[in-house]
């Protein structure tokens, strides 16, 4: 802790000063502190108590000589030095200052050379005092003074009072002005009438700011004019037309959006004697001149509001209350307009719609015949594609049946070294009939002839291989291609949408033909109350850049990545989203060659 007799406290409100006193002491080896009025300066030596304070008699506020006073009132202050700093030379200052409690008086400016040597001497016990008898006529100049602090006070607080009273009456008046904007603002949304509008607004302005006359000019629909009214105290009236090279357009425009032109700003540009000539003010008015620019891109002139009165100026709250009329004409008229526009619009739209309706039923009509048509012609296909792929089941049957049949028409018991032959027969009888009998509920299942969208349990092994038997008669899967089962999975029972696991399925081959394999492997694993399927394929390897985005929901809707490489299935984040459906998840899992997705889910 530093201390407290080498602790100084300059009361200073002088910057400046306080730097070259701060600056001097300082090098001198005290340790310094700064208020810079006195309040705070007898806030920080109740705080401090330091050795000295360096105290200025002209203080804002609470003088230097009041402040002296106020800390010799405090009996903690009493080893405090006290050493007035001041411009003041006078006998009667320097006595003011030992009389209200000062230890000392240092006159300003400061010599550079003699300061610390001043401070100094303070500190090792120099003392000034009045001369004897004039203690008196100290205390008396000190009264005085306080005397004239004070009225000078009063007098500012007087000031700030009336300046007080003026701005609560103008915030009255503002408030009043707001509250009327408000209720007309809520007031011409619904208008659709332009010249309703224009009315009310322009009537409420010419009312608010007690104008002379008021006219307000706005682009025409085509853009090759500006056309206006006029409000005067004789009522509306309707101006010539401004061409779009009109000098008054041409100077409004070049100004910038939202600025304001009023009084002797007005009178001393290109647009006063233009106004002059055209009559929007006359020469012994205040006038006033808003260019409306608008919302659109390059904000080119929309119109102007332009005023004038006799009497006072206009004042910044008047200028702002113009420039918000001039706002709620302006969104109101291209309100009231869009309106209009939507208005026949619509009117040409229920016209149109009619015929549209009509035209739509026919649409339907035809697109249910041709659907049907389609339906019966691809169903048609697919049967001939089934029928055929069922041939070879069906001649197992036969055949089997022949042999089993024979086998069976012998008189004497089947041998024991015979048997495994007929049992034999009988697991391939069973076999074809299961398969035809897969095939046959799945294509009914395609021809919509059986439930498929309610949950019902579903053997996922059987699925799978019925569902690749289809797209293969479908023309999806090349007869070429090489199919492997590896189902080790040692249960495949699952309760749920049978289409859901079709369309999984469905996605997984359509992601693996992006590579163009020559082998698709599909491996089941897991435990007992969890499912896990693999499709490997060992076609083209999906980079890393790719991969990332292989979830990613709505993929058409994302920018095409150019380049070559493979990319992912499109069909992987709806199959993510369905194995999400069934608290499952799916990988894909990234490979030297080809790729492999795997989707795992819970069978409870």
Known sequence: MT????????????????????????????????????????????????ALILLDINLPGLSGFEVATKLRQNHAMDPTLIVALTAKTLRSDRETALV??????????????????????????????LEDGREEAALRQFTQQVVEHLEAQLKEAQEGNRKLLEAQVELEQRSHHLTRLLSLSQDVIPVQSEAEILSRVMGQLHRELKLDRLSVFRVHESGSYFQGVVLKPGGFEEPDVMTGSHPLVAALAALPAGSVLLGNDLRQSASWAIGLEVGLWSHRSEPLVLPLHSRTEGQPLWGFLAADRPDAPFRPFEMELAALHAGILHVSLENAGLIAHLAKASQALSTSYDGLESAYEALKEAQRALGAQDQKAALGTLFTNVAQRVLLPVSVLKEETEVLSAFLDRLEAPASDRRPEGHRSLEQIRGAIHQVDGLVRALLRRAGQSEASSPEWVHLHDLIRQELELLRAEGVLPESLRVVFDFQAPKDLVYGVHSDFTEMLGHLVGHAMEGSPGRILLKSAGAVNRFQLELEDDGDPIEARLLERALEPHPDLLPAITGPGRRSGLGLPACAQLATAYNGDLQVVPMERGSLVRIEFPLD
């Open 3 to 50: 201390d407290s007799r080498t602790r100084i406290l300059c009361i200073e409100d002088n910057p400046m000063n306080w730097r070259l006193v701060q600056r001097l002491l300082s090098l001198a080896g005290y340790e310094m502190h700064w208020a810079e009025d006195g309040l705070k300066g007898c806030d920080m030596a109740l705080a401090l108590k330091p």
């Open 100 to 129: 209200t409690g000062c230890d000392g008086f240092i006159p300003k400016p400061i010599d550079p050379f003699l300061f610390v040597g001043q401070v100094e001497a303070y500190l090792g016990g120099r003392r000034d005092h």
